[in-house]
C-alpha cells in the first residue's frame, strides 16, 4: 500500500503560483511513477502532467505545458507540481496518483493509489 497526501492548494488570483505537493508513504517511493490530475466542478477528472519514476521523463496536458512544472525528491518521498501562470480555468480539485510502473501516462488506470485532492481556485 502506498498512502498519498497532497497539500498546498488554495485561492490565488489569475497569474500568479502555487506548489502542490504530494508526500507518500508505505512502500519505497522510488519504485513508482507518478502523476498529478485535476477534477474541476461537473467535469471528468483530466491528466495533467506525469513523472517516471527517476524523474528523467516527464508528460504535460497540452493546456498546461510551458506553465506547470512536475518533480519529485525521492529521498523526501515527495512529488511537486509547480504551476504558474494561473488561469481561471486551472480551478479544480488536484489528485496525486501513483502507478507501479517505471513510466505511466495519461490514462488513469495506469495508477493504482491516489490521494485524497486538494483544492486549486483561481480568481479571475
Same mark, same amino acid.
Given at each position: 500500500?502506498?498512502?498519498?497526501?497532497?497539500?498546498?492548494?488554495?485561492? &490565488?488570483?489569475? #497569474?500568479?503560483?502555487?506548489?502542490?505537493?504530494?508526500?507518500?508513504?508505505?512502500?519505497?517511493?522510488?519504485?513508482?511513477?507518478?502523476? /498529478?490530475?485535476?477534477?474541476?466542478?461537473?467535469?471528468?477528472?483530466?491528466? &495533467?502532467?506525469?513523472?517516471? /519514476? @527517476?524523474?528523467?521523463?516527464?508528460?504535460?496536458?497540452?493546456?498546461?505545458?510551458?506553465?506547470?512544472?512536475?518533480?519529485?525528491? %525521492?529521498?523526501?518521498?515527495? &512529488?511537486?507540481?509547480?504551476? %504558474?501562470?494561473?488561469?481561471?480555468?486551472?480551478?479544480?480539485?488536484?489528485?496525486?496518483?501513483? @502507478?507501479? *510502473?517505471?513510466?505511466?501516462?495519461?490514462?488513469?488506470?495506469?495508477?493504482?493509489? /491516489? #490521494?485524497?485532492? *486538494?483544492?486549486?481556485?483561481?480568481?479571475?
Amino acid at each position: 500500500q502506498v498512502q498519498l497526501v497532497e497539500s498546498g492548494g488554495g485561492l &490565488v488570483q489569475a #497569474g500568479g503560483s502555487l506548489r502542490l505537493s504530494c508526500a507518500a508513504s508505505g512502500r519505497t517511493f522510488s519504485n513508482y511513477a507518478m502523476g /498529478w490530475f485535476r477534477q474541476a466542478p461537473g467535469k471528468e477528472r483530466e491528466f &495533467v502532467a506525469a513523472i517516471s /519514476w @527517476s524523474g528523467r521523463i516527464t508528460f504535460y496536458l497540452e493546456f498546461v505545458k510551458g506553465r506547470f512544472t512536475i518533480s519529485r525528491d %525521492n529521498a523526501k518521498n515527495t &512529488v511537486y507540481l509547480q504551476m %504558474n501562470s494561473l488561469k481561471p480555468e486551472d480551478t479544480a480539485v488536484y489528485y496525486c496518483a501513483a @502507478s507501479s *510502473t517505471v513510466v505511466a501516462g495519461k490514462s488513469q488506470d495506469e495508477y493504482d493509489y /491516489w #490521494g485524497q485532492g *486538494t483544492q486549486v481556485t483561481v480568481s479571475s
